[in-house]
């Protein structure tokens, strides 16, 4: 029997999949703890979607080896399958699983004869300082179930390296789907997010049309889960069936829809399956059938070729386009894509700097967008209390909301009144 120490670098798809190898793991006998200087074993699941993301990988690496000198530290993901040889050779790196054997994991790991008797190290001062929470206790005290339901991606956007590491599509059977959610329902789980690689391609691979809807919709007949929610859904993807589905008020009313740039030329360099003037259809059907959700997007800003007027034009439509939250990125050339080869590089400096204006535009966004519940009555999950004692949670529609109360609201579901804003945040009352 060993401890497991777990930590997740990148998205969501990255989490649910460490969050079910703990599962795996725990269920074999083995411990899961939530500090690395109590692991035998720190098993990382790694990005490389920009040059941050596998620098943040480097870093908690070393991080760990310093923290735990004994423990030995498996590498998986997406930057272990980039640069496999190079993380191997990172201290107690013992495993490196690229993507392609992630799904034998466990058995993998569990194969492991149980270490030597801790000594005495540093690790202990480590502790103080308290590592971020691991899915092993978040599996615990997590009120979302990250769900994968698919992997890999057939589009082939430019500038992206994911479906070059993750491979074409596949999917999760629907039943296994619905039976993993209704355990998570029995274990308690308010919410889950349907996550994966593009889940909008769902069931392409079965030779299944409008899969995502019809998962959704036999989620919604065939489980009693309070509130499903979906990751991140290709905007080419989203039909009148998928539409229909928001009917049922458990589905949140959040969409994250990709744009990527508000520039015609921009988009069709980067490869993108639709244009601007396309998406902007979209999001009024999308309006007209839901009229208060919140669309969210993706940005990549300073793609190579895009000059002061690309951007503008961007930043323009972004802005008639009022989203409810920004993801801005700048512009990080990867490893055999495309767009790594690309003329027109566009200087860091510059990059920053729209990134910035891009990024304070979202602020002003998701202000408009939160402050018109101001005085409403919704239902928040509330999901955990922060150092200020208050507890932090969110209404279907992806709103932060603080409240003060004695009670122990952890995993529960209130309604709550909306009553002011505070740094971001909507402050509330449970009724
Ligand atoms: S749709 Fe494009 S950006 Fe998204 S995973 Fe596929 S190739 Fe990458």
Redesign the pocket.
């Given at each position: 029997m060993a401890s497991f120490y777990f930590q997740s670098l990148g998205c969501r798809l990255n989490q649910s999949e460490l969050e079910a190898l703990a599962r795996q793991l725990a269920a074999r006998g083995h411990r899961v703890v939530d500090d690395p200087a109590q692991a035998d074993i720190c098993v990382v699941n790694t990005c490389a979607v920009t040059a941050e993301a596998e620098r943040k990988t480097r870093h908690l690496l070393r991080a760990l080896a310093r923290a735990n000198p004994r423990a030995r530290i498996a590498v998986l993901g997406c930057a272990a399958t980039l640069r496999p040889e190079e993380l191997a050779s990172f201290p107690n790196v013992a495993w490196v699983i690229p993507n392609e054997e992630k799904e034998r994991a466990a058995e993998t790991l569990a194969l492991t004869p149980t270490p030597l008797p801790p000594s005495p190290s540093p690790a202990l001062r480590e502790r103080e300082r308290g590592w971020p929470e691991g899915p092993g206790e978040g599996v615990r005290a997590r009120t979302r179930a990250f769900v994968k339901i698919q992997d890999g991606?057939?589009?082939?956007?430019t500038?992206?390296i994911?479906?070059l590491l993750?491979g074409p599509v596949r999917s999760r059977p629907p039943e296994e789907v619905v039976a993993e959610i209704a355990a998570r329902v029995r274990e308690g789980y308010q919410e889950a997010v349907l996550t994966g690689?593009?889940i909008g391609a769902y069931g392409r691979d079965l030779g299944l049309k409008s899969g995502l809807a019809a998962l959704v919709a036999a989620i919604l007949a065939r489980t009693d889960l309070p509130r499903l929610r979906l990751s991140s859904v290709?905007p080419w993807d989203v039909d009148e069936s998928l539409l229909a589905l928001w009917a049922d008020p458990r589905l949140c009313r959040q969409l994250h829809l990709?744009l990527?740039s508000g520039c015609e030329a921009t988009l069709q360099r980067m490869?993108?399956r639709m244009t601007a003037a396309a998406y902007a259809h979209l999001v009024e059907r999308i309006r007209a059938a839901v009229p208060e959700m919140a669309i969210t997007t993706d940005i990549i800003v300073g793609f190579p070729g895009e000059d002061e007027t690309e951007f503008a034009e961007s930043l323009a439509f972004v802005e008639r386009m009022a989203f409810a939250r920004l993801h801005v990125f700048p512009f990080s050339p990867r490893p055999g894509t495309p767009a790594a080869w690309m003329e027109g590089r566009v200087p860091e400096p510059v990059v920053r700097e729209r990134a910035a204006r891009m990024r304070e535009l979202g602020e002003h966004l998701a202000a408009r967008y939160r402050r018109q519940f101001l005085g409403r009555e919704m239902d928040v999950l509330w999901e955990r209390r922060r150092r200020d004692g208050r507890w932090h949670g969110l209404t279907d529609n992806y709103l932060q909301v603080v409240t003060s109360c004695p009670a122990d609201l952890h995993n529960r579901i209130t309604r709550t009144r909306l009553v002011q804003e505070d740094d971001g945040l909507l402050v509330g009352e449970v009724i």
């Open positions: 991606c057939d589009n082939a956007c500038y992206c994911v479906h993750r690689v593009n290709e990709p990527q490869g993108r």
